[in-house]
């Protein structure tokens, strides 16, 4: 397939490294986004009217792509601060310090609680579920804020998704495009996965302590919806009913947890699940605890809740919409006249990048992670991985082996990249629920990513 790359996409290109250097030089990105949107808009309608337009357009676009992240953020948010006035969270918790005993075990302990959860209902609605009733466990012994959203992050939306060996919908696209059976780019990606995960979550543990210990980690806090939230006084509540609550809580969740895995709920449907539920849970908790008043009290933990969500998104909205605009939504927004014929900025940048180089087993591995990383930058690591399977189909033609590892590679590098390690609105969930900055978590993350996936890339040239 050949592809006529325009202003269009080079511009796209440009504002990308920008965004890239100026985030890892810890410097804002909103205005540059902006400008982004607004000389993209340009060149599409040729109209200033439309390009400002444009702006404010890609804002609700990015929005209503977000609102049901925001939403089960701000929601667990207000159930964990109700939680924490009235003690609850403290009888709940009580039992784990147990086994969480030191930063070390903490952080391996969440990843891999994180990494089992989000191989049966995906990393979202995992991280509400963890993030509620173990980070206070990590926090009290010492494990940073930053480090638990780390684990979390790494285990959950790294490893768990992008071998998504349970429910399969990765695999299942990649395989489709490339004509190969699911079972078999399924058993290509596992020592992909196990040498990208051991080499990424080795390396940002390593980094974190010997942060920690030159007394150089900084935890990137955001005013948060726990401990930092609000100036209500502590509660007292009778020492059974917190008992029965901290006990009832659970349960609650593992039951919510059973539901999903026996009507087949996943994404949105098991994030509303969990929703749902934890706002039960406010509201019991909150009626108990504060009486005559709760009427008034759940809607003053439900705004701190939502205050706390959109203090969160507000900064990442921006960096969203420009990077929407790599896929479905510059048509949408700017009409089908400037890519008449493209599917899309990123697969288009993806697939003139595959037909530039020449053809042997190394070029062809690095140029799957390089294809797989820059469809993963419109932050879904779902939406391009179809074009990594067709790309590995077209190199393996070529090389006459190596199909199925090269689409396991390319769909390793997809996610890790745009399903919520390193592109920062994608990584929210971890970040909000531990009320950690999503940018300093994606720059945390950078080094030990990137580490990973030259070393897993190095592995695949040798399987191919």
Request: hydrophobic content about 55%; charged content about 10%; some cysteine.
């Amino acid at each position: 397939m050949d592809i006529q790359l325009s202003a269009i996409h080079w511009v796209y290109v440009a504002f990308i490294a920008f965004i890239l250097a100026l985030l890892v030089k810890r410097r804002d990105t909103t205005l540059i986004c902006v400008a982004g949107i607004f000389t993209l808009g340009l060149i599409a309608t040729e109209s200033i009217g439309g390009s400002v337009s444009g702006i404010f357009n890609s804002f609700i676009y990015a929005t209503k792509e977000l609102l049901g992240t925001i939403f089960i953020i701000s929601i667990i948010v207000a159930m964990s601060r109700v939680l924490i006035i009235t003690g609850i969270n403290e009888t709940m918790i009580k039992p784990l310090t147990g086994f969480l005993r030191t930063p070390t075990l903490a952080f391996w302990g969440i990843g891999i609680i994180m990494l089992l959860t989000s191989l049966f209902f995906w990393p979202s609605p995992g991280v509400a579920l963890i993030g509620a009733v173990l980070l206070p466990v990590a926090l009290r012994v010492g494990l940073p804020a930053l480090g638990a959203a780390v684990a979390m992050n790494l285990f959950g939306h790294g490893i768990a998704l992008s071998g998504d060996y349970i429910i399969q919908g990765a695999p299942k696209l990649t395989a489709d495009a490339a004509g190969l059976p699911v079972s078999q780019v399924m058993a290509a990606s596992v020592p992909l996965v196990i040498v990208m995960g051991l080499v990424t979550t080795i390396v940002a543990f390593w980094m974190m302590r010997r942060d920690m210990k030159n007394g150089k980690w900084n935890d990137g806090l955001v005013a948060a919806g726990r401990e930092e939230a609000g100036t209500k006084a502590a509660v007292n509540l009778p020492a059974s009913v917190k008992k029965a609550l901290a006990i009832a809580i659970p349960i609650l969740f593992a039951i919510d947890v059973a539901a999903m895995f026996a009507f087949d709920l996943q994404g949105g449907d098991a994030t509303a699940l969990i929703g749902g539920t934890a706002v039960v849970i406010l509201i019991v908790a909150t009626m108990l605890a504060h009486r005559n008043k709760g009427l008034e009290e759940t809607t003053s933990y439900l705004i701190e809740g939502f205050q706390f969500g959109f203090r969160v998104f507000g900064p990442v909205i921006p960096i969203a919409a420009f990077f929407y605009l790599g896929d479905s939504a510059f048509k949408e927004l700017f009409g089908d006249g400037a890519l008449l014929g493209s599917h899309g900025i990123v697969n288009d940048l993806g697939v003139a990048l595959a037909n530039s180089v020449p053809m042997n087993g190394a070029v062809a591995s690095v140029t799957l992670t390089a294809t797989g990383a820059i469809t993963g930058l419109d932050g879904s690591g779902f939406s391009g991985i179809s074009l990594v399977g067709s790309v590995a189909h077209m190199f393996s033609v070529a090389l006459g082996s190596g199909a199925a590892t090269l689409t396991a590679l390319g769909q390793v590098a997809a996610i890790w990249v745009g399903g919520g390690t390193l592109i920062p609105w994608a990584l929210i969930p971890a970040a909000a629920i531990c009320g950690v900055s999503p940018f300093e978590l994606a720059r945390r993350n950078l080094k030990p990513v990137l580490i990973g996936l030259a070393v897993t890339t190095v592995v695949a040239i040798f399987l191919v």
